[in-house]
């Protein structure tokens, strides 16, 4: 598997379970009238099996013997520094939050944004990164026997359950729905010890 490094974050993350040497993970879940949003933050720990520096591969491993190989684009920096043994700490945050818009009036349109920072040159090698995705749709049919919204989005329609009775009574045809996913990962290497 070829994939940058901060790609590659989030590939570990949900390769967790077969390739962490530790894994720690918190959910949290928040509501409010015309809102709702969850978020989750993990840990991950794995160990750099082996690297290939001529094409900046590098295979980090689990106690099980999995193994998942990242590249390292040309410019994150202090490469050179990393070698095998070396521990890997990942941090992984991702949340989605949907607001009710009620009476519509904004665009219906999706919009990305990301950022990645590298560690400066001579400390430890690391990287941060995250992109968040911003989705607004009109809210097009309602069933409230089935308790359904359907939104129509900039690029596909979707039927959304609402599983609170009082969230859905909120609703009308006509609002919108705004959704924002928000991923972040920051990945450092922990000197062997």
Not at 4 to 30: G, H, N, R
Not at 72 to 85: C, H, I, R, T, Y
Request: charged letters at 20%.
């Amino acid at each position: 598997m070829r994939t940058s490094l901060l790609v590659a974050t989030a590939t570990l993350v949900a390769a967790a379970a077969s390739c962490a040497i530790a894994q720690t993970a918190d959910v949290s879940v928040v509501r409010a009238p015309g809102m709702v949003g969850v978020a989750r933050t993990v840990n991950v720990m794995a160990t750099i099996t082996a690297i290939d520096a001529k094409s900046r591969e590098v295979t980090l491993t689990g106690p099980q013997g999995r193994s998942l190989i990242v590249v390292a684009e040309p410019d994150v920096k202090n490469f050179s520094q990393l070698k095998a043994g070396d521990k890997v700490d990942v941090q992984y945050v991702e949340a989605l939050a949907l607001e009710l818009k009620k009476g519509g009036g904004m665009p219906v349109a999706r919009t990305e944004q990301a950022a990645v920072d590298k560690a400066p040159a001579g400390g430890p090698p690391g990287v941060v990164g995250g992109r968040r995705v911003t989705v607004v749709g009109d809210v097009i049919k309602l069933d409230a026997a089935t308790q359904t919204a359907t939104v129509r989005g900039p690029q596909r329609t979707v039927e959304l359950s609402v599983a609170d009775p009082e969230q859905f009574k909120r609703m009308a045809v006509g609002d919108q729905i705004e959704a924002q996913y928000v991923e972040g990962a920051a990945l450092s290497i922990m000197p062997q010890r």
